[in-house]
């Protein structure tokens, strides 16, 4: 059971350049979100999704892009990567959404030069 | 906005004692989670309570809550090295939003 999976595990970028998060789940959860990881942040929401089709934004949406067409995938776009996105960025899922625990990935490491 | 708020900031003990931590959130919450994580790794559920229980147990965890006050603790008796980790709190609302606290992290010597 691969739970929640994400790629890749470390990205740089350059200023400017856009990207894609991959995170797949084999679950079937409804519930899928990003959530950056900044030092002595804690896990700050980016977006969300409660089903295939129904996305919405977290606290942190700006700079970033989300669609998902499937229960199984949840990509999250950069679209113009900046220095203050250089972050640890984190997919979760659960069953139904904060009222069951969440399964997280094991993070991208993005460095944006 | 933060949801919760961890504290201590940091805990270091010696291993065989307990780690207690605490966490205040500001709104309305059905459940508080709790979940830790291991350097460079990804969280991992510990416990989640719900908004109508006031203890609960799971091996050598021991989390409470008190609404009344919007606070919760993590106990975790006979530490070991293992342990060692940052731990976060996180409110569950109605909104299916799960909002985390900035974590603390705990240093089990041996």
């Known amino acids: 059971n691969a739970g929640v999976t994400q790629t890749p595990k470390f990205q740089v970028l350059k200023t400017g350049q856009s990207m894609t998060l991959q995170c797949a789940q084999d679950?079937?959860?409804?519930?899928m979100s990003w959530y950056r990881q900044d030092p002595g942040m804690g896990l700050r929401l980016i977006h969300y999704?409660?089903?295939?089709?129904?996305?919405d934004q977290g606290e942190v949406p700006n700079g970033y892009n989300v669609s998902r067409s499937t229960t199984e995938d949840f990509p999250l776009r950069l679209l113009s990567a900046a220095p203050s996105q250089t972050s640890v960025y984190f997919c979760?899922?659960?069953?139904?959404?904060?009222?069951?625990?969440?399964?997280f990935g094991q993070g991208t490491r993005l460095t944006v030069v | 906005s933060q949801q919760g708020e961890e504290d201590p900031q940091a805990l270091s003990i010696q291993e065989g004692e307990n780690a207690t931590m605490n966490c205040s959130y500001k709104?309305?919450?059905?459940?508080l989670q709790w979940y830790r994580q291991n350097s460079g790794r990804g969280l991992v559920h510990l416990i989640l309570?719900?908004?109508?229980?006031r203890e609960k147990h799971s091996g050598r965890l021991r989390v409470t809550l008190d609404t009344s006050k919007k606070s919760s603790s993590l106990l975790i008796t006979a530490s070991r090295a293992a342990d060692t980790a940052s731990y976060f709190c996180?409110?569950?609302?109605?909104?299916?939003?799960?909002?985390f606290g900035k974590g603390t992290l705990l240093t089990v010597n041996p």
């Open positions: 996180a409110g569950g609302g109605s909104n299916y939003k799960l909002t």
């Open positions: 679950m079937n959860h409804e519930y």
């Open positions: 999704s409660v089903g295939a089709g129904i996305t």
């Open positions: 709104t309305s919450i059905n459940n």
């Open positions: 309570i719900r908004s109508n229980e």
């Open positions: 979760a899922s659960s069953y139904s959404g904060s009222y069951t625990e969440a399964f």
